[in-house]
Structures are given as structure tokens and as C-alpha cells.
């Protein structure tokens, strides 16, 4: 192979700039930092504002306002970014994006949230905390703390709620003073990280920073008691996330697209599969669930799950007196955006296996008496039955 000698690099004199350029936008920061140091002319050339401003955008989402506010020309702004946060070059923004996006929705949604995030922390004030747990931190983890040191403990939490009749859960974003004081070195649990916690229920999210008792190290769980293991200490996991970075930005995902409800100002954990949709008449019902790991455990296996049931497309012009039955498995409390379902009595409905009763007919569609239509939602049949009224049933035949 023949050794290109120094002097041949002078042919990139014979291209003409814009072409250089155009090849220069295809290098990364690095090797666009490298590439100044061959010749004047590519010193100059790697230079160009627009590929560093190209540069700011991708790696830092700077934007004009913020080189107005620091007075400097984009490769400068680039490089006073990379020394405050060069280690996190490759998280920071997806994760900054990630907290941009869940700010804009909740001040939109539920204001109060934004009140109780932290400011970010410097890198004196990380280096102290892992001097305290005698670990290291993971990067992308230490990233969003610069970005924001959680929350403070408030209700509701920032990581999603859940409430039934009997039961209410509301985890906060942990900030890393209250983490650390929680760090883990107890057998089940050594060297494990609370992230959230739930003033209520005691329950939190850890992050295993070691690989020991067989969790790999960032992996993010709902530490869960095995109640049929001899020793008492030995735990189970329900994993939440392989990664900080995936555990946060998929949280930010769903509430941000709506995925998770905003109920009474709170985000609710439910997670809705668009098959699990069945219509009769000019009913439509979907069906969500939110898992319980508070009351679940692998050993003996035992899955809580709380359902939400709710009804689309709804007029007003029902009769009060008609109900509508659902025939769900025993251990299913639904909650809707307007009424919450209890278990019922049978009554005249003696022949379904359990039957929950909705009397309020202002959340109901009209449509044909006796239609029925069934489907498999989550694994539970459901059957939605409307009874009407004998005068309200002749106002619909009249009306078709």
C-alpha cells in the first residue's frame, strides 16, 4: 500500500471551499477539533461559525438567545459548554431535552410540580456525595442531577400516583442528599440507590450502582420480599429500567404523549394498549392498568393491578335510571376520569361472576337496549350491557 507522503495534502487546495465545508459538517466535534491543526487553510475552515453552531444545537440544544446571552462566538460557546459538562457530552442532551419537554407539559398540566424541582448541583457538590456512598455515580444519572437535583417531598410526586378507595401512592423524584442518605448496605439491597419514594406507602425505585446479588450495575427496580426463601433478607426485583437515562426519558415519553392521564392534577401510572378497545352502540370503552408492586411479590407469585375504565363519546339525554354492568374479574377496582366503580350488588345480575354497578347515566352513550359486545381486554372479559327504561327504549325505536 502506498504511503501518502505529507505534501499530497496540499490537493485539498484544489477544492473549492464550499466543498470543504460540506465534507466538514459530516465530522464530529472531535474530529473537527483535530482537523484544525493540518493547515492554515483547514484551520480557518474548521472555524466556520455555522458548524459549530450546528454543534451547539446538537450537543448542548443552544439556540441564538443563548449566544447573545453569553456575548461569544459559536465555537467559544461550544467549548465553555464542554469544559462545564464535556463528561456528559454524550447524555446531556437527550436528557436536558427530556426535562425541556416534562417542564412545558407540566406547567401546562400541573403547575405545582414545577415548584418542587431542584436547581442542579455543581460537580463539587456530586464529587461529596460519592465521597459519602464511597461510590461513583453513573454518568448520565450525574447528568440529570446537574440539569436538576430532583424534587423535594412533597405530594403529589413528580414519578407518577395511584389511588383507590383504600390506597394511595405518590413517588418523588429523590434529590441526591436524601438518596445518599438512603444508600443501601444491607444484604437484599447492597449497594442499591433510592431514586423515588412514596411518603405513604414507604416504597421506593432503587438503582443498583454495583453488580452484586445479581443485579447489574444501573439497573432501576421495585425492591419486592421473598416470602418463601428461608432467609428473610433475600429479595426479588421488579425492573422499571436498564438505565437511568431510559427509565427517565421513557417516563417523560408517556406523560408527555399523553400515555399517562392527568387526573385531579396528578400523573397516573396507567399504561393503555390500543387494542384493549371495545365499542357497542355509540359506546366506546377503553381499558388501562397500572401494576401495584406495593402489594405484588414473585414468591409466592402475586400481581396487583388497578384497572381504568373509561367511556368516549358520550351525550347527555340518558335516562337516569339506566346502569350499565361490566363483568370483570373479582379483584378489579376501575376508576374513571368522572365517577369511580365499586363493587356492586348482583341483584337481577346474579349470573354474571362479578358485576360492577354504574348508576350514573350522565357518563353513558345511547344506544340500542340489549346490544352487547364483548372482548378480551388485558386478559379479563369484558361485557357492557346498557338496560333502558321502557319509555326510553320506545323513544328509540320511534327516533330510528
Known sequence: MA???????????????????????????????SCRFVCRRLYQLCSHEPLWKMHC???WLLCENDKMKHNVSWMELFRQFYCNLGQYIEHYAELKEAWENLKKFLGLNCPRMITS??????????????????????KDYRCSLRIHNGQRLVVPGL????????????????????????????????????????????????MALDEVEGRKPCEIFYHC???????????????????????????VFNVTSGHYPIIRDQIFRYTHDERCVARTGDIIVSVSNSFLPELSSVHPP???????????????????????????????????????MSLGELGEYQSYVMTLLVKDASVLADFHPKHVKETNLFGQALRIHRICSDEEDSNRHQRH
Open 302 to 340: 402475586h400481581f396487583f393491578f388497578s384497572y381504568r375504565v373509561r367511556f368516549v363519546g358520550i351525550p347527555y339525554s340518558c335516562s337516569p335510571d339506566s346502569v350499565v354492568l361490566l363483568r370483570l374479574s373479582p379483584s378489579i377496582l376501575a376508576i374513571g376520569d368522572k365517577f369511580v
Open 159 to 206: 414519578m407518577g400516583s395511584m389511588a383507590l378507595s383504600n390506597h394511595y401512592r405518590s413517588e418523588d423524584l429523590l434529590d441526591i442528599d436524601t438518596a445518599a442518605g438512603g444508600f443501601q448496605q444491607r444484604k437484599g439491597l447492597k449497594h442499591c440507590l433510592p431514586l423515588t419514594f412514596c411518603i405513604h406507602t414507604g416504597l421506593s425505585q432503587y
Open 3 to 33: 504511503v501518502v507522503s505529507g505534501p499530497q495534502l496540499t490537493g485539498l487546495e484544489r477544492l473549492p471551499t464550499e466543498a470543504i465545508l460540506i465534507i466538514l459538517r459530516f465530522l464530529n466535534y472531535r474530529d473537527l477539533v
Open 57 to 59: 444545537k446538537r450537543y
Open 117 to 138: 424541582l431542584n436547581v442542579g448541583l455543581t460537580e463539587q457538590e456530586l464529587a461529596l456525595v460519592e465521597q459519602r456512598i464511597q461510590f461513583k455515580l453513573p
Open 225 to 251: 420480599v421473598d416470602h418463601m426463601a428461608p432467609d428473610p433478607s433475600v429479595a426479588d426485583m421488579f425492573l422499571t429500567g436498564s438505565s437511568f437515562t431510559e427509565w427517565f426519558t421513557t417516563f
